[in-house]
């Protein structure tokens, strides 16, 4: 009976120290980015992949340059406790719709092309579905062959209408299991979650 309350002290006190420490995910802006888009963009991300993405300030980049420019900027700006950087950005010039390198630690969207004719619910659901997908590149994840899984290959954003919006249990698992190798902060029950209007 000692023994199991001294094992499970322990054992707590180890999951506190660990939710405190570790690297997290970095998630900022550039351009015109409306604040409650990376307010939602940073819940969906936790919410769905149970581990802790923390706000940077907005970043100040000429968004006129191309996206990779933007990211490594991105990364440099970066907390040595961040694992990775997301950036949303709106670039002023037609560009790709996003760049990830995970050997750089960093991802950018292009959230014009992500844009749904006026529907804020639409965009911040396509915002949230493609930071999935890229912290996932971050991590070195596959494309998943299952349909039901936000990582599934798609051709057109509309497609993400229709696609899962989280990840299939495998790759939920693939994903806790390397966020654990790379050391990552996990999401405890305590850490907030507020969706913004
Ligand atoms: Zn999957």
Same mark, same amino acid.
């Given at each position: +009976?000692? =023994?199991?309350?001294?094992?499970? *002290?322990?054992?707590?006190?180890?999951?506190?120290? @660990? $939710?405190?420490?570790?690297?997290?995910?970095?998630?900022?802006?550039?351009?015109?980015? $409306?604040?409650? &888009?990376?307010?939602?963009?940073?819940? @969906? *991300?936790?919410?769905?992949?149970?581990?802790?993405? /923390?706000?940077?300030?907005? &970043?100040?980049?000429?968004?006129?340059?191309?996206?990779?420019?933007?990211?490594?900027?991105?990364? /440099?700006?970066?907390?040595?406790?961040?694992?990775?950087?997301?950036?949303?950005?709106?670039?002023?010039?037609?560009?790709?719709?996003?760049?990830?390198?995970?050997?750089?630690?960093?991802?950018?969207?292009?959230?014009? =092309?992500? /844009?749904?004719?006026?529907?804020?619910?639409?965009?911040?659901?396509?915002?949230?579905?493609?930071?999935?997908?890229?912290?996932?590149?971050?991590?070195? +994840?596959?494309?998943?062959?299952?349909? *039901?899984?936000?990582?599934?290959?798609?051709?057109?954003?509309?497609?993400?209408?229709?696609?899962?919006?989280?990840?299939?249990?495998?790759?939920?698992?693939?994903?806790?299991?390397?966020?654990?190798? =790379?050391?990552?902060?996990?999401?405890?029950?305590?850490?907030?979650?507020?969706?913004?209007?």
């Amino acid at each position: +009976m000692k =023994k199991w309350m001294l094992c499970s *002290l322990g054992l707590w006190m180890a999951t506190l120290g @660990y $939710a405190e420490s570790g690297r997290v995910f970095t998630l900022t802006t550039a351009g015109d980015v $409306a604040p409650g &888009l990376k307010a939602n963009a940073r819940a @969906y *991300l936790q919410d769905n992949s149970g581990v802790v993405v /923390e706000a940077a300030a907005d &970043l100040e980049v000429d968004v006129s340059r191309p996206l990779d420019e933007i990211g490594r900027e991105a990364a /440099e700006a970066m907390e040595d406790s961040s694992f990775a950087v997301i950036v949303l950005a709106r670039p002023t010039e037609e560009r790709p719709q996003g760049v990830c390198l995970p050997h750089e630690h960093f991802a950018v969207l292009n959230i014009a =092309k992500l /844009e749904a004719a006026g529907d804020p619910a639409k965009l911040s659901r396509r915002i949230g579905q493609e930071g999935l997908r890229v912290m996932a590149m971050l991590l070195d +994840m596959s494309p998943c062959p299952f349909p *039901l899984c936000v990582l599934v290959g798609y051709d057109k954003p509309e497609e993400l209408d229709q696609m899962s919006g989280n990840f299939c249990p495998p790759c939920r698992d693939r994903f806790a299991r390397l966020s654990a190798e =790379k050391g990552l902060r996990m999401l405890s029950e305590g850490d907030e979650i507020v969706l913004s209007e």
